[in-house]
């Protein structure tokens, strides 16, 4: 199994900046991709970007030139460096990845941003 552990969320003005990571562990030989999505109060839960182990990135346009995702092999962690943070981009941040045609996901970390 796959195991994943968001952290790095919190409280920011609008305008700052926040990284995330997500530590992953257990059976990871074999990953596909890595991805963040996210989900606001009341709304369903969106894409925000991934990574495959590739390394090609891709985000959906509400987040592309401010979100940045990226990955550190030796460390076993994926990040999202969000920077220009806006109000409308608060929600909980979730760590998602693909393995043998099976998708796991992270607990989530809480992001509010501020006016």
């Known amino acids: 199994q796959v195991q994943l552990v968001e952290s790095g969320g919190g409280l920011v003005q609008a305008g700052g900046s926040l990284r995330l990571s997500c530590v992953v562990s257990g059976v990871i030989s074999g990953l596909n991709a890595m991805g963040w999505y996210r989900q606001a109060p009341g709304k369903q839960r969106e894409f925000v970007a991934s990574i495959t182990v590739g390394g090609n990135p891709n985000y959906p346009d509400p987040v592309k030139g401010r979100f940045t995702i990226s990955t550190d092999s030796a460390k076993k962690t994926v990040y999202l460096q969000m920077n220009s943070l806006k109000p409308e981009d608060t929600a909980v941040y979730y760590c998602?990845?693909?393995?043998?045609?099976?998708?796991?996901w992270g607990k989530g970390t809480p992001v509010t941003v501020s006016l």
């Open positions: 998602r990845v693909w393995r043998a045609g099976m998708d796991y």
